[in-house]
């Protein structure tokens, strides 16, 4: 299997614009998807394949993808937006799967 | 809609064993994998392991391997996730969630809320 890295820590200030990467080379291959996960409560999914957004999360979340790096961007960031978040994909060997460690995106 | 509905906390002592419980509802069971992602206390997300609630088939992470049993019911949409050989750092949140393949990829689209499991002598 292999690794997807993440920045452990990420800051922004309200209203601004922040990029959170996930590097790993299955994301040559596979989409990453990204999860959203407050204090004592379960990941949401909020960005999927290309760039997809499941219903009821905001259009300032969106997703690309260069190489072997997959990205989830926050525009116009919003307080209730502090939080963890993960990605994650499919293995290099496609039967499991991988996430990255997380990155906390603190709100300023 | 979609719910999936994990079981209560659990305390057990070392080297007991646990299962957890998810049972889904608003969709058809058999139509999507269950997956199982484990988080100890203040730390990631740390994948299992899946189950193909169709055939039964199952694949583990091979941390787990010869630890962990996945099976399901589907007669009352259930599926379930046996960690055997507790340690004390197996206490952790242990999470299921609906797992969407499209175009090749997974994304889990559906979480439980979550079952701590907490592993003390």
């Known amino acids: 299997s292999s690794d997807l890295a993440q920045d452990p820590a990420v800051s922004v200030a309200l209203g601004q614009t922040v990029r959170i990467t996930c590097q790993g080379d299955t994301l040559r291959v596979y989409y990453a998807s990204w999860y959203q996960q407050k204090p004592g409560q379960a990941p949401v999914l909020v960005i999927y394949?290309?760039?997809n957004r499941p219903s009821g999360i905001p259009d300032r979340f969106s997703g690309s993808r260069s190489g072997n790096t997959a990205s989830l961007t926050i525009t116009g960031t919003q307080a209730e937006d502090e939080a963890d978040y993960y990605c994650n994909s499919r293995d290099s060997s496609g039967d499991h799967v991988v996430f990255g460690g997380g990155t906390k995106l603190t709100v300023l | 809609q979609v719910q999936v509905v994990q079981s209560g906390a659990e305390v057990k002592r070392p080297g007991a064993s646990v299962t957890v419980s998810c049972k889904a509802s608003g969709y058809t069971f058999t139509d999507y994998y269950i997956h199982w992602v484990r988080q100890a206390p203040g730390q990631g997300l740390e994948w299992m392991g899946w189950i193909n609630p169709h055939r039964g088939g199952t694949k583990y992470a091979q941390k787990f391997q010869g630890r962990v049993t996945m099976s399901r019911d589907t007669s009352i949409s259930t599926a379930y996730m046996d960690l055997r050989g507790l340690r004390s750092d197996d206490t952790a949140v242990f999470y299921c969630?609906?797992?969407?393949?499209?175009?090749?990829?997974?994304?889990?689209?559906?979480w439980g809320q979550g079952t701590l499991v907490v592993v003390s002598s």
């Open positions: 394949g290309q760039n």
């Open positions: 969630a609906r797992v969407i393949a499209l175009a090749g990829n997974y994304y889990f689209d559906s």
